[in-house]
């Protein structure tokens, strides 16, 4: 394979011939002298090629394609260790920066675009600087975290993707079917439900909104799994901080504790920023310069120092005294048994701690029903990580492994417990204390990049009115 | 953390104390000894605790959680080089063999349990032999396939899930809808389609069947990327070969050309055979035993030998020749122009080659509209790559990169060229030859580990009928 430009980068300008294909980032004619810088993808930066009485194609300008060849040389520019004196250039394909043949200009001209222009053309906006660095870091992230749980003895886990489960509240489901939505079957007139059992599965079915339940399953046979795979969430809330359609991590694993379950949370999260950190410094720069001032001292921070640990009691305690000592700085009074808002999160980390806190034993009434009940009767061992600028990006528990006390709580609930009758299994059959929490996989490329929107850190992103 | 079952097995027999948690596989009791072999799903292997002069709870039985503390000894029996001499034993949750309190007998027993039950019950199959050796080499199998990429400069990219798509024939699709299918919105009487405008995306939306094209998309940013997520066909086939949701690995490259793309994937599927030949020796020696036999070796020659390289049009001549040679041999006569047939991928693995084989440059009709077409005007630089036993593993091909050819090609086809704007803007702005493939990842598993039954080979498998 012809040699990526970051190995190019690498390399010491010793006059080696090279040949590289990428695409023109920037063209500058000066007088008997072109320089071209040529980007590839495969790192931030481009290669500055020096075109010294060769032949230039007029048709070379921003976005088209090209081969160089010629030899590595130091490069008197700053910033930048080697350059490449061309030989020659073959133009590949056109990106005319005027309609040509009927074809309108190349949306991406050397100007800046809004992020709002580029979610609009998906399918170009790979090119660019911010969505090709969010590209190379979702990229790495997603192996550190393989990486980190494969190195630890975690298996892999497909959970399914269509579920007959209706989540229990976990969130608004899509429908998956292929009944013909004109005429779907319809046993006694058209107010009746349709008959699912003429549906694919022979029964209604739904895109998942986590693969947790079925982790646990295969926990209490193989110990240590974990899932990375698409979950969902039919929301109709327009934000920033939603997608209809994201990426999930939850690792389980048996004969875990609370604390043990904490241990791995805070060391999970520290692996993947050391990861990102070393093997990404010059799209972490440009973020740091671009989107957010501070960034890299900010995760390299995070990476370094122990995750301070609260119980939500306490937590609670000190929002209690913040809002005392200034009446009016929060919009949503803190008070214990309601849930922690986005204000009191942004407190905890930013004023508080000013940094990574992990927030354990919440009143059971704000948490779900598989979350081991403590002694008290009124807490349940959950655990969130909440972290400066984004609030909460992991959650977690240890799971009710009793099956008198699950049972127990499923009917304070109102539960069918039929319809859990093999998660109840897992209890009745060498039942073990076992934990576990989710991380949300863009929340996690939002942190590591800075990016203010959810939007632009997954290549199509899916929300409410928005399928391009 | 607790030591897993596979570092203690590696470890010498020094006497050290140990801890170990896990499962019982099974109990067998002597006059004042009894062996108790654990698992913990983390090798195929359990670990014999010999346990000598203490009391062992009746209720230890197979399926049972257990804690059991001890030193590190030599065995005497065959087979293994450690066992525990346990000094304490604790048992955490039973599975009883017997009714007890109203609960079912655990269903697991020790004896034998057909596919077919257990496909029945899959909250508990990780826990047999079969499906804990399936899991082990799915996860580890998912893994090289990232390392492999990754360590090649390729990025991961999650392609959507969810699409607007039609994907062209490629299959029957699942809708995607939160429409109340009772009364979906319906503008003009009860025949009429209804209005998606009001659907959660504003109009049709359908589960992905492919992520090739938006791969094509980011390939032309990035150079180098692949896809590995979940897919989708709503086709009612109730077989072994079919499942309604399955996971694919879609690389794509640009500035790349069939023969390069050949080359990848054989060095792809190469590197994971030699992957799960040196990591997961003892899940393939029972595979070999009790379900394919020969297995380790086939594998360990398609990692060696180079594969074979046909044209259709070479492989059709042979499989004509093989015909010829013996009337009746096949069911279905080969003839230029028409598509390989399981039994011809039989002949040409399992006769002709006795190994891979790569077929290349079918004829157009019988492949995608988005390959690229060779000089000749009627083969397209298409390329399958079969396997013995099982047959097309990958398929493939270099991509139709010329604007002027493709549109032809989507015209002579009756495709509308405005629904595929933004895949024609690929060809418009800084186009280049490219190329890629699709591996199905559970005919991969298929292929390593023998299981004949493709819902044996992913934890939750959905088919026609089945949502279990």
Same mark, same amino acid.
């Given at each position: 394979?012809?040699?990526?430009?970051?190995?190019?980068?690498?390399?010491?300008?010793?006059?080696?011939?090279?040949?590289?294909?990428?695409?023109? #980032?920037?063209?500058?004619?000066?007088?008997?002298?072109?320089?071209?810088?040529?980007?590839?993808?495969?790192?931030?930066?481009?290669?500055?090629?020096?075109?010294?009485?060769?032949?230039?194609?007029?048709?070379?300008?921003?976005?088209?394609?090209?081969?160089? $060849?010629?030899?590595?040389?130091?490069?008197?520019?700053?910033? +930048?260790?080697?350059?490449?004196?061309?030989?020659?250039?073959?133009?590949?394909?056109?990106?005319?920066?005027?309609?040509?043949?009927?074809?309108?200009?190349?949306?991406? +001209?050397?100007?800046?675009?809004?992020?709002?222009?580029?979610? !609009?053309?998906?399918?170009?906006?790979?090119?660019?600087?911010?969505?090709?660095?969010?590209? $190379?870091? #979702?990229? $790495?992230?997603?192996?550190?975290?393989?990486?980190?749980?494969?190195?630890?003895?975690?298996?892999?886990?497909?959970?399914?993707?269509?579920?007959?489960?209706?989540?229990?509240?976990?969130? %608004?489901?899509?429908?998956?079917?292929?009944?013909?939505?004109?005429?779907? /079957?319809?046993? +006694?007139?058209?107010?009746?439900?349709?008959?699912?059992?003429?549906?694919?599965?022979? #029964?209604?079915?739904?895109?998942?909104?986590?693969?947790? *339940?079925? %982790?646990?399953?295969?926990?209490?046979?193989?110990?240590?799994?974990?899932?990375?795979?698409?979950?969902? #969430?039919?929301?109709?809330?327009?934000?920033? &901080?939603?997608?209809?359609?994201? @990426?999930?991590?939850?690792?389980?694993?048996?004969?875990?504790?609370?604390?043990?379950?904490?241990?791995?949370?805070?060391?999970?999260?520290?692996?993947?920023?050391?990861?990102?950190?070393?093997?990404?410094?010059?799209?972490?720069?440009?973020?740091? +310069?671009?989107?957010?001032?501070?960034?890299?001292?900010?995760?390299?921070?995070?990476?370094?120092?122990?995750?301070?640990?609260?119980?939500?009691?306490?937590?609670?305690?000190?929002?209690?005294?913040?809002? %005392?000592?200034?009446?009016?700085?929060? !919009?949503?009074?803190?008070? @214990?048994? $309601?849930?922690?808002?986005?204000?009191?999160?942004?407190?905890?980390?930013?004023?508080?701690?000013?940094?990574?806190?992990?927030?354990?034993?919440?009143?059971?009434?704000?948490?779900?029903?598989?979350?081991?009940?403590?002694?008290?009767?009124?807490?349940?061992?959950?655990?969130?990580?909440?972290?400066?600028?984004?609030?909460?990006?992991?959650?977690?528990?240890?799971?009710?492994?009793?099956?008198?006390?699950?049972?127990? &709580?499923?009917?304070?609930?109102? =539960?069918?417990?039929? &319809?859990?009758? @093999?998660?109840?299994?897992?209890?009745?059959?060498?039942?073990?204390?076992?934990?576990?929490?989710?991380?949300?996989?863009?929340?996690?490329?939002?942190?590591?990049?800075? =990016? /203010?929107?959810?939007?632009?850190?997954?290549?199509?992103?899916? %929300?409410?009115?928005? *399928?391009?």
């Amino acid at each position: 394979m012809v040699p990526l430009i970051k190995e190019i980068l690498a390399a010491p300008p010793d006059r080696r011939e090279v040949l590289v294909r990428g695409w023109v #980032r920037t063209r500058r004619d000066m007088k008997n002298l072109v320089f071209v810088e040529i980007h590839d993808g495969s790192c931030f930066n481009g290669l500055q090629c020096a075109c010294d009485g060769i032949p230039v194609p007029p048709g070379l300008t921003t976005g088209a394609s090209v081969e160089i $060849r010629g030899t590595l040389v130091p490069s008197p520019a700053q910033g +930048q260790a080697v350059e490449i004196a061309a030989a020659s250039i073959t133009l590949i394909g056109e990106a005319p920066g005027e309609e040509k043949n009927g074809i309108p200009p190349y949306p991406l +001209q050397k100007k800046r675009h809004t992020l709002e222009f580029l979610r !609009e053309t998906p399918h170009l906006r790979g090119r660019t600087n911010t969505i090709g660095a969010v590209t $190379r870091v #979702r990229g $790495r992230l997603a192996f550190a975290v393989h990486r980190f749980f494969q190195d630890r003895g975690y298996h892999y886990l497909h959970t399914p993707v269509i579920t007959g489960s209706d989540a229990e509240g976990a969130g %608004a489901m899509f429908r998956v079917t292929t009944l013909d939505p004109a005429a779907p /079957a319809r046993p +006694q007139g058209p107010a009746a439900k349709p008959d699912y059992r003429e549906d694919f599965f022979g #029964r209604e079915s739904f895109l998942t909104v986590s693969g947790q *339940l079925e %982790a646990e399953a295969y926990a209490m046979a193989l110990s240590r799994v974990y899932t990375f795979g698409p979950t969902f #969430r039919a929301e109709n809330s327009n934000t920033a &901080r939603h997608l209809a359609e994201f @990426w999930m991590i939850e690792p389980e694993t048996a004969f875990f504790h609370l604390a043990d379950n904490m241990d791995l949370a805070e060391d999970f999260l520290k692996y993947c920023l050391k990861t990102i950190l070393e093997e990404c410094p010059g799209d972490l720069d440009f973020f740091d +310069q671009r989107y957010q001032k501070g960034l890299t001292g900010g995760l390299r921070a995070a990476a370094e120092a122990a995750f301070t640990r609260l119980t939500y009691t306490e937590a609670m305690g000190e929002l209690e005294k913040a809002a %005392a000592a200034r009446p009016g700085r929060f !919009e949503f009074a803190p008070a @214990w048994g $309601r849930d922690l808002q986005s204000e009191h999160e942004t407190f905890l980390t930013e004023e508080l701690v000013r940094g990574p806190v992990i927030v354990t034993d919440y009143p059971k009434e704000i948490k779900a029903f598989y979350m081991k009940l403590n002694g008290d009767g009124k807490t349940v061992r959950a655990m969130d990580v909440l972290v400066p600028r984004l609030g909460e990006i992991i959650g977690g528990s240890e799971r009710e492994e009793n099956l008198a006390a699950l049972e127990h &709580r499923m009917a304070e609930l109102g =539960m069918d417990p039929d &319809r859990y009758g @093999w998660y109840l299994d897992l209890r009745r059959y060498g039942t073990a204390p076992h934990a576990g929490f989710g991380l949300g996989f863009e929340r996690l490329v939002q942190y590591v990049t800075g =990016m /203010a929107n959810i939007r632009d850190v997954i290549p199509y992103p899916r %929300a409410a009115g928005r *399928l391009y």
